[in-house]
């Protein structure tokens, strides 16, 4: 799996997996997904989240290595309602055309959503993902973060125009 990923996308998916890998050891437990999970937000169970192991876990082994983190993220990142969701959030919220969310841009909603998203959880985040520390976020590392921390697709969603809701403004009415 993690040689049909791009360059960058290998680079922040080890990112994230070395942040996820608390004690280092190369593996992620039960333990730690579900931690990683709780920080972001969510509240699975431990029988929820060792499924979401098992369901890559080609080797039996129980615990995630990083080309069974490489499936499960790629499997998350790829689900297509999701990755429609994540591409209008993240025009919405990139206020410039260069193609990316500033530092500053993403701090600024993330604060702004419910939720208890901290400024260092924020930070962390960014460092994660901006593999090239330029301050700005693309579509790709943007995808990588928001697979971390899902509950954040909903929180941003629910902030913008939904662009399939009809107007009232039709001239013909």
Not at 125 to 145: A, C, L
């Amino acid at each position: 799996m993690c040689d049909k990923l791009r360059p960058d996308e290998l680079q922040a998916f080890k990112a994230a997996f070395d942040m996820f890998d608390k004690n280092q050891d190369g593996t992620i437990s039960t333990k730690e997904l579900h931690a990683a999970m709780r920080r972001a937000g969510q509240n699975p169970t431990e029988a929820e989240v060792q499924d979401m192991i098992n369901e890559v876990d080609v080797d039996g082994s129980g615990y995630l290595e990083f080309p069974e983190f490489c499936m499960m993220m790629h499997k998350k990142l790829n689900d297509g309602d999701q990755e429609n969701e994540l591409k209008e959030v993240f025009r919405v919220f990139g206020k410039d055309e260069t193609g990316c969310i500033t530092a500053e841009e993403l701090k600024f909603v993330l604060t702004h959503l419910p939720g208890k998203v901290t400024y260092k959880e924020i930070d962390e985040m960014i460092r994660t993902v901006d593999q090239n520390g330029d301050g700005k976020i693309n579509y790709q590392e943007f995808r990588v973060m928001i697979g971390a921390k899902p509950n954040l697709t909903d929180a941003m969603a629910a902030h913008i125009p939904n662009p399939k809701t009809p107007t009232s403004s039709s001239p013909h009415a």
